[in-house]
T-cell receptor, first 114, second 113 residues
Framework: DSGVTQTPKHLITATGQRVTLRCSPR?????VYWYQQSLDQGLQFLIQ???????AKGNILERFSAQQFPDLHSELNLSSLELGDSALYFC?????????????FGPGTRLTVT | AQSVTQLDSQVPVFEEAPVELRCNYS??????LFWYVQYPNQGLQLLLK??????LVKGINGFEAEFNKSQTSFHLRKPSVHISDTAEYFC???????????FGAGTRLFVKA
């Protein structure tokens, strides 16, 4: 158990809908990262937050947005969903922003868009 | 920009045999290197990391990796694998000031009895 929690575990929704994925980092970790893992794209970095502020952006679509709240939990919002958004979404956390800190991954949320 | 190439998408190996999973990176600056493992239906967890110092890094579960700057490689090795090592292994690289970690495409290790 990494100490990172993600809810829900599974999500099935229809095209065009909007969903919110939630992540609670490990106690004491200030950085939260979001990743998308799919068979064709592999593990793609989406976005990073540190102590409530956006720190780095990866291959995140404009239909996707995220935020980190004062209690440090984070939410990833996916809107106007398409079939291709079906994937495993991971949240990870680390102590700080430095690149040498290891990331602790949650168990993931499996999103299926039908 | 940095990138990571894992040279093998799948590696089948018999139990108790040695294994090497290959990883090459490209970056013009000093990098930090990581190996993560993902067991079925789980998130990734860190096996080992190289930040600086000794080029031979030892990790959990008997794995080790060697940083080779001249060949820009960071291959993962284990002298004797177990069935329980069956998983997907990801090599990752980050750099100071880069803020993000780039993951390779993964290598699926399949250990056969």
């Amino acid at each position: 158990d990494s100490g990172v929690t993600q809810t829900p575990k599974h999500l099935i929704t229809a095209t065009g809908q909007r969903v919110t994925l939630r992540c609670s980092p490990r106690s004491g970790d200030l950085s939260v990262y979001w990743y998308q893992q799919s068979l064709d794209q592999g593990l793609q970095f989406l976005i990073q937050y540190y102590n409530g502020e956006e720190r780095a952006k990866g291959n995140i679509l404009e239909r996707f947005s995220a935020q980190q709240f004062p209690d440090l939990h984070s939410e990833l919002n996916l809107s106007s969903l398409e079939l291709g958004d079906s994937a495993l979404y991971f949240c990870a956390s680390s102590v700080g922003t430095s690149e040498h800190y290891e990331q602790y991954f949650g168990p993931g949320t499996r999103l299926t868009v039908t | 920009a940095q990138s990571v190439t894992q040279l093998d998408s799948q590696v089948p190996v018999f139990e108790e045999a040695p294994v090497e999973l290959r990883c090459n990176y490209s970056s013009s600056v000093s990098v930090y290197l990581f190996w993560y493992v993902q067991y079925p239906n789980q998130g990734l967890q860190l096996l080992l990391k190289y930040l600086s110092g000794s080029t031979l890094v030892k990790g959990i579960n008997g794995f080790e990796a060697e940083f080779n700057k001249s060949q820009t490689s960071f291959h993962l090795r284990k002298p004797s694998v177990h069935i329980s090592d069956t998983a997907e292994y990801f090599c990752a690289v980050s750099k100071s000031g880069g803020f993000k970690t780039i993951f390779g495409a993964g290598t699926r290790l399949f250990v056969k009895a």
